[in-house]
């Protein structure tokens, strides 16, 4: 009885009365550079699974800095996500791929990269680089504030298509307006050509893609991204927005996409795309290496058009994110690696050539050759319009940790179902993300 | 459950050779011989209190707070429960556990005890034992296996739509587990495909031991097979029943794996079900008070509707 006792009380203190401290800020520059010093050591990863890029940019590096050793863990990302609070408490890594960093920053699980960004001179990047990973004190609204976390790159999403099936329909080069987009797909269904391949099962809804990018055809990026970073007052229930949930809408409606697009999960999409089932897809520049190699010649990348002649374009861009944990044993070279990342020559041509999208750091700094007439080429391009007319979004589903899985999704799986109105969608979403931002 | 209960430790005790008064009197169990007993299964209870008992206290203990798995804790007391039953989302992933008791306990009961019959009628001839394994292979595959490849068969370019539109039902064809109307029954079918097995298997040996005199002596009275099954068979299988009752009502009460693989929920919320949602709670929405409040819930009603099964089926 008395080892029932023992153990049963052992968890009688309130949960979570041993959650980690707040770290000294320490914006302070570092008195000496940050670096890997020339001692062995050991840098603790924790990366993504099947996803090459960071792994061939450590071993790039222990080439350069042959001191310099990996102990890398890899997982899935959405395993990732479910353990990262926890990781990071228990056995923080030196470098670690992130999910959602707001609820990380909240419980003081990620260092503060402001001296670093000091020391290395990346507060000297253009800025809407580093903004997705600032954040004011707290956690609470991003966008702002300190840096606390990096990216190795940042990609970006649009229109990929299929040259072949374009040719079929009489499409001679990318649409230039909404209106022209919306005449292709209509000449694609005449011709029995699927018009847009897409994914939309499971717990991932991958029409919340064409949705943001119709989003951004009709209104601005500002108040999008002033969502998706928990400003205060910030709604995503607006009349531009409602106008692409209605568009989607009239797509779903008119066949546009597969009819069994809720059972289609993200893999099952791109072998079906790569097999030609599908003129237009919605996805990211990190598959633009994957199709060139897959379907050499074949694809193509358009930005998503605007709804007026001549308008902005805006997309999707992310930086690929990586942290540091705030207990990390090796901060300072972690640090450097990143940096090493934006600026090595060496690696900023793996960064293209693996991961196929476009790496940070300075604007001037080196781009390599990449071939004529292949979708990375494309992709690159698109990369350099987005920055140019500042249409830089983040994704919609990465607004809160639980709003893609259990919002987004079931209200846009029920839209394809006809159980879920334009006006609607967007209502149930904004009302979850009230729920789970604490109701600002 | 694995670990012996008090009840069982008592009767440990009582096997042991002694005196028949002290057996009898209620204290006599305690005294040297059951503190033996105790001894024995020390290591057992041991891990039956850290492993079982413990976690289940700590669900407790958290349901009555607001956290987020990390951070500091704010005492919620019972708001948690109160969450539980008026937020529409989880009480519907209530419900649909319950929808796929149909799929998961009554199926593999009924059919088991049909095919259990039928193989025991053809008992002696080679069929027999094919069926036997066939039907039992699917135990013996892992659940996500099977929902992976299950998965492949109800696409809308698999196997089951295939063969519809071979015979001439291709108007019917879609993809069932993305289908609003046909996800829940689809993923219920999975679960009667893998419990099917067991169910037939525990049946058909439970058959084996009825004494075949009875069977002699019910058809030199003039009874035909469908008495035979109603008087002989049924009633000596009661607690062969109560076991497949109880684990099918609580694998469909309880179930994650086959429903995480195949739909993860989806589409919508329609085949969403409570294990599923405790998950989601608690690691991706971070809301480790409501999932322990509705893992306190699943388990009282698990406990609800299995210990009256037992109750009723126990031989007296």
Redesign the interface.
Known sequence: MT??GG??A???A????D??EAQPTNAATPSTAPGCGTEPITLKGYFETGFPLPKTLTEEFSKQYPNVKWDIREDQFAVI??NA??VL?DDPPDLMRLPQVS?LV??N?LKNMDGYAQAFGWDKWPASQLEQMRLAPGGKVRGEGSLYAMGLNFSMTGVFYNKKLAEKVGMSAPPATLAEFDDLLAKAKAAGVDPIAQFN???TGGLAFPLQNLMAAYGPAGPINEWIYQKPGATIDTPTNLQAARHLEKWIKAGYF???????DYATMMSRFIDGKGLFMFDGDWESGNLDKQMPGDAGFFLMPSAQEGGKLAAMSAPLTFGVGARAKNPDCAAFFLNWVATDDKARDIGVEVGGSHPMGPADAHMPDVKPGTVTESTLAAGAKIAEDNGAMDFIANAT??IY??SW???L??M??G?QTPEGLLKSVQSDYQS?TGGN | MTGPTPDEAVDLAESRPGPRSRRRSPRGGLRRPGLVGWLFI?PA??FY??FV??PI??TF??SL?T???????T?AGFANYVKVFTDPDLFASILNAIKLIVFFSAIPVLLGLAIAATIRQIATSRLALVARTVIFLPQVIPLVAAGIAWTWLL??TGVINQLLTLVGLGDIT???????STALPAVGLIGAWVLLGLCTLLLLAGMSKIDPALYEAARLDGAGPLREFRSITLPSLRQELAVCVTVTVIAALASFDIIYIS???????STMVPGLEIY?LA????Q?GVASALAMVLMVIVIAVALPIQRLTRDR
Do not use: H, M
């Not at chain 1, 309130?14 to 009365?17: D, K, Y």
């Not at chain 2, 956290?67 to 804790?73: A, F, L, N, R």
């Not at chain 2, 879609?174 to 609003?180: H, I, K, P, S, V």
């Not at chain 2, 739909?263 to 919320?269: A, E, I, V």
């Open positions: 080892v029932i153990a049963l052992a968890g009688c309130a949960p979570g009365s959650a980690p996500t479910q609070p926890r408490a609820e909240k419980d699980l099962g499971g717990a597969w009819k069994d697009v809720n059972a289609v940790g639980a899985a259990k999704t079931p209200n799986q029920k394809v179902a159980q789970q | 020390l209870l041991a209190v850290v008992l413990r206290a700590l203990q958290y707070y956290w987020d798995g990390i951070g500091p804790s005492w696409s809308s879609r993809a069932w587990l993305g289908d609003f739909t993860q929920g989806g589409p919508g919320n989601y690691f991706s929405e971070r480790i």
